[in-house]
């Protein structure tokens, strides 16, 4: 099928609802879905982001540049999964409390002001990993049209390739709450000390980093072919890191890879 018929397919999805409100962080997922909707539906399709404290302040920044990009009504709420004691005791399926409480609040827009549909950027490939929030918006009634229309990554990265958006090869960014290990209090000083880690190396053209913290030991994961890059900035990140209040500043020879918190899991 080609990236064509796939997209016809999507807006297809959602002229038979007639308006949608779109969960919508501003990666390739949720915008290849902002797109179509708003080709679909026009003013009737609603971009919503959450600003929190597990979203950084550059993931807001490319939001809101995306949304204005595609040309989607876009509105940015404030919520603070913080305040929900079953997220910030960083349960391993903490991520189910923080979904349903991002559902609860696009459910009530939907209902407020009359849109048909909730949606999000979910696709098949995110059905393989560890995602206890997709179970939290399905039973909220949250609907995944990408996972409906069996459309994975490489599909949705064709669309977004053909709508020429601009995120079409943005490396996937999960929320600052994945850097902490499961178990380990979240709190909003260690996020904000994560998200000024992580900036650091973006300013220096990285294009992908997570720097897991480990107590005072941060991990740093960046792709393998930036790793000499991060070796020649050695003395430079390791006054950073230590500055930011880390001990211990260590780089993952493994490289970045998904979910790498989760591998205490598949452990058990």
């Known amino acids: 099928m080609h990236a064509e018929e796939k997209l016809a397919r999507l807006e297809e999805w959602f002229s038979r609802h007639g308006s949608a409100v779109i969960a919508f962080s501003g990666g390739v997922d949720s915008s290849v879905v902002a797109a179509a909707a708003k080709r679909a539906l026009g003013d009737r399709a609603l971009a919503v982001t959450a600003d929190s404290s597990t979203l950084s302040k550059r993931e807001l920044s490319i939001a809101r ?12 709420i404030k919520e603070d999964e913080l305040e929900d004691e079953r997220f910030a005791a960083n349960p391993e399926n903490r ?8 559902a609860g609040a696009l459910k009530e827009i939907a209902e407020r002001e009359g849109y048909a549909v909730v949606v999000d950027g979910a696709h098949v490939g995110d059905t393989r990993e560890h995602r206890p929030g997709l179970k939290a918006l399905k039973e909220h009634g949250v609907r995944s049209p990408l996972l409906e229309l069996g459309f994975d ?9 053909l709508l020429g958006l601009s995120v079409k090869d943005k490396p996937a960014m999960a929320c600052l709450a994945s850097r902490i290990p499961y178990g380990e209090r979240i709190t909003r000083e260690k996020l904000e000390r994560v998200e000024k880690a992580e900036s650091f190396f973006f300013e220096r ?6 720097v897991r913290v480990h107590g005072d030991i941060a991990r740093v994961e960046l792709l393998r072919e930036e790793i000499p890059l991060a070796v020649q900035l050695r003395e430079e990140i390791v006054a950073h890191l230590k500055a930011l209040g880390f001990t211990y500043v260590t780089l993952d020879l493994e490289g970045y890879r998904s979910g790498s918190m989760d591998e205490v899991l598949r452990k058990k």
Not at 95 to 102: G, I, M, P, Q, V
């Open 65 to 76: 540049q995306v949304a204005r990009e595609i040309g989607i009504r876009h509105r940015v």
């Open 95 to 102: 991520c189910y409390y923080c979904r349903a409480k991002l």
């Open 205 to 210: 053209g990285f294009t992908t980093v997570r």
């Open 153 to 161: 990554k490489q599909d949705v990265r064709e669309i977004a390739a």
